[in-house]
């Protein structure tokens, strides 16, 4: 038995009204979307006509958001009378492509504007006192935050108090009390009555946008796509329309900048879909703010110069290079640095690189399945850094207990940034550790995994697969299906990769469906019978060839796992476990454990002696390492313990199989020689007589044997001699010669059979 990973959310059968299950059909969409949208909630008509709406003009007046009139005014008013703004943005790709789009508006209105991203690690996050303070001695008269400014009450109130205006448009959660700004537009103002909160920050500054240009602005649909796939911001209601908007906006882009961007990063724009933003596009943005001065990503998504575009294009793929090798690295330092005892993995050193720690930590948190904060250590005595959580473990819940050991901190359930003294750490991994045991928080259980559907092979066609496009874009709140697919049989087992770290495999035999595991190669060997297997569908194209594929999410064997290792000396998956119980049936046979584990093996002497140990040691595997004369013992010993997996290693020190009993003509050559010979000495001269006699020296020894025991020759110090008074029997007679026919019967199951047939015959 093997355990998913997670824990498995199957669906449950729906009363699904028939007037939407006739929807559906009219939309020819296939019957299991009816029971998905239901599960999301999308159960009426209006709501499917809403889900599936493409249409601009069903998006909301702007001027629903609370301060858009008085915000739209004062903009108005700068731009007639001339006044310096300054558009003050974030360093992420929301925010690169918010401001970029606030700017580009401006201009269009013939503004006198220039636009700024803070520096993480000069300014930091959103409204910076000492830049706020630099901005007004610069002369500017209107500052506009986009992505940012709900929080930055002492900047905003300086700036105020200087006569210059903050009009703030955000999306981030809002504190207790606002800032005092000219004013605030927030799709969750308190006072507003906007219809949907979820928009990202490029979706407020569109918005923005939308009511000074007094229509949607098709110029920036592109911006506002890229920004909110990225900010992984709810992609439902008016995000749905955006997004499929901007998808075909990107595709006709005369950006020259991004049509750079998009060249380096290889995504093909006729074929551009969301996931190209969040895994190619998306990064890229956020890399350069990640390592530094993310400005020249605004200048590049407004370039009119070609040469400029591929300048900052390149830049800004070299930034993204050199990011994922420091993550690469501060990873593997990090996972070296892992103390398995702790709850949660709290890691700390110098000259990490801060811009990079949120990633680290979700990858840290992702091989180890336990929450993990990683932290800078700065030559002041602080440290910084940033958290990730798993789903049973509310990070930002716990830290706030012990909220005195920070000097800044933020964040929500799943991901958290703080700033401490270095000193404090201990103290903060000894609380963390406790709250989790005092909370009882069980953080081996597995997040849950929703399942959408439970298919067949079969029915896991190309066309399926591209229907499933129907139901897109994809992301926060309306993920891609993930399903089930139960009691496969997996064919073609291969290792991928550098470090063979991926699995690929079909799904049966017929090889229309494969399945693609990432970072799953060490676990190579589940995969050898029959499994169930959770993922997402895709297509795979190759040489002008479609195949739907699955990438695998995670896996369960049920019931025992029969592992074939005969013919294999690999050693690491049974030793993986502490409890293993090594079972030989003769002693010879430990030989071929490691040194340090020959005295564990336990040679069989009898069942009772195998019950005793398993109630003792609670046993989760079984290591067979030979053949016994009765093969009903291997079946009564793994009924003994409630193992979990069995291991054959099938090692025949005799080989009777391969050996055999001996021909009528062997055995005749044999007595031959010792008749004529009189006597041999077999202590020193086996070697030369097996070579002699053309008989392999295993076969030949067994042979002397069976003579012996017939009485047809008697050995005495070694020597070898023909008995006085011979009686005929036959061969069959020798309890030898039986044992050793069943011993070759024994071996060819135990050491030919299909593993199919042994598994069976284990569980039967």
């Known amino acids: 038995m093997k355990a998913s990973k997670f824990q498995w959310q199957k669906p449950v059968k729906e009363d699904i009204d028939k007037a939407f299950l006739a929807e559906i059909a009219e939309r020819k969409l296939p019957a299991l979307f009816a029971e998905i949208l239901w599960r999301r909630g999308i159960r009426d008509e209006s709501a499917l006509a809403a889900f599936f709406n493409e249409d601009l003009a069903n998006l909301h007046d702007p001027y629903l958001m609370y301060d858009m009139e008085k915000a739209v005014a004062r903009i108005q008013k700068a731009v007639l009378e001339g006044e310096r703004i300054l ?22 209105l013939g503004a ?56 703030v448009t955000d999306h981030h959660e809002l504190p207790q009390e606002l800032p005092e700004a000219y004013a605030v537009v927030h799709p969750r103002h308190p006072q507003g009555t906007y219809p949907f909160g979820d928009l990202a920050g490029v979706g407020v500054a569109f918005k923005v946008a939308t009511a000074l240009l007094e229509e949607p602005p098709a110029e920036f649909l592109d911006l506002v796509a890229i920004g909110t796939v990225a900010d992984l911001v709810s992609l439902t209601g008016e995000n749905r329309i955006l997004i499929k908007a901007g998808l075909e906006a990107i595709k006709q882009t005369e950006r020259i900048g991004l049509l750079a961007l998009c060249e380096k990063s290889g995504v093909a724009l006729n074929e551009i879909t969301e996931t190209s933003i969040g895994f190619s596009i998306g990064p890229r943005l956020n890399a350069i703010g990640r390592l530094g001065d993310a400005n020249p990503a605004v200048d590049l998504m407004s370039t009119f110069d070609e040469e400029e575009a591929q300048e900052l294009a390149t830049l800004l793929e070299e930034k993204n290079v050199e ?73 930002f819940e716990m830290l706030t207990t012990v909220k005195e050991l920070f000097t800044h901190f933020g964040g929500h359930h799943a991901a958290v940034g703080l700033t401490m003294p270095a000193e404090n750490i201990p103290v903060l991994q000894e609380k963390m550790n406790q709250y989790i045991l005092e909370n009882e928080i069980d953080l081996s259980a597995g997040a849950p995994l929703v399942i959408d559907g439970i298919l067949q092979p079969e029915e896991a066609t190309v066309a ?4 499933l496009s129907a139901l897109a874009p994809f992301g926060t709140d309306n993920p891609l299906p993930t399903f089930l697919l139960e009691n496969i049989q997996p064919q073609n087992v291969k290792l991928l990769g550098a470090t063979q770290q991926h699995l690929k495999f079909s799904v049966d035999d ?75 049936f003769q002693k010879v046979s430990s030989k071929i454990l490691p040194a340090n584990l020959q005295a564990e093996v336990v040679v069989f002497d009898n069942l009772a002696e195998i019950q005793q140990l398993c109630q003792a040691k609670q046993y989760q595997q079984l290591a067979v390492l030979d053949v016994p004369s009765d093969l009903t013992l291997v079946q009564q010993i793994v009924q003994q313990g409630e193992f979990s997996r069995v291991y054959l290693y099938g090692y025949s020190e005799e080989e009777a199989y391969l ?10 050559k044999l007595f031959s020689f010792i008749k004529n010979q009189q006597q041999v000495d077999v ?58 026919m069943r011993q070759i019967e024994n071996e060819e199951f135990l050491l030919l059979a299909d ?10």
């Open 323 to 395: 990011r994922k090798g420091i993550v690469e690295t501060i990873t593997q330092e990090a996972l070296s640095m892992i103390n398995p005892q702790n709850n949660i993995h709290l890691l700390a050193k110098e000259n990490w690189h801060e811009g990079v720690l949120g990633i680290v930590a979700g990858n840290v948190m992702q091989q180890t399945g336990k929450p993990a904060i990683l932290l800078a250590l700065k030559e002041d005595g602080t440290a910084k850094g940033s958290g990730r959580s798993v789903e049973q473990l509310n990070l």
């Open 755 to 764: 593993s199919e047939k042994i598994k069976a015959w284990l569980q039967g």
């Open 464 to 467: 399926f697969v591209q229907s």
């Open 510 to 584: 017929k090889e229309t469906l494969e399945a693609i595991a990432f970072n799953f190669g060490k676990q190579a060997s589940e995969f050898s019978g029959t499994v169930d297997i959770v993922g997402q569908l895709s297509i795979n194209e190759w040489n002008g060839l479609k195949k739907a594929q699955m990438q695998l999410k995670d896996f369960q064997v049920k019931g025992i796992q029969f592992f074939d290792w005969r013919g294999k000396r690999n050693w690491q998956q049974a030793l993986a476990a502490e409890e293993t119980l090594f079972v030989a």
């Open 87 to 108: 558009v003050y943005g974030d360093y992420d790709a929301d925010g690169i492509t918010s401001t970029t789009i606030m700017k580009e508006t401006l201009e269009l």
């Open 659 to 668: 050996n055999g009993l001996g021909s009528r003509e062997q055995y005749g």
């Open 112 to 167: 006198d504007v220039v636009a700024f991203l803070p520096n993480r690690f000069l300014q930091g996050y959103g409204p910076n006192l000492a830049k706020y303070q630099e901005i007004v001695a610069e002369g500017i008269q209107l500052i506009i935050t986009v992505d940012n400014g709900v929080a930055g009450h002492e900047a905003i109130a300086f700036a105020q108090s200087q006569g210059v205006d903050v009009v």
């Open 683 to 740: 202590r020193y001269k086996l070697d030369q007589l097996a070579q002699f006699l053309k008989i392999p020296k295993n076969l030949l020894i067994f042979m002397i044997k069976v003579f012996s025991e017939l009485k047809f020759v008697t050995i005495e110090d070694g020597v070898l001699r023909q008995s006085e008074e011979i009686v005929n029997r036959p061969l069959t007679e020798s309890q030898l010669y039986q044992q050793r």
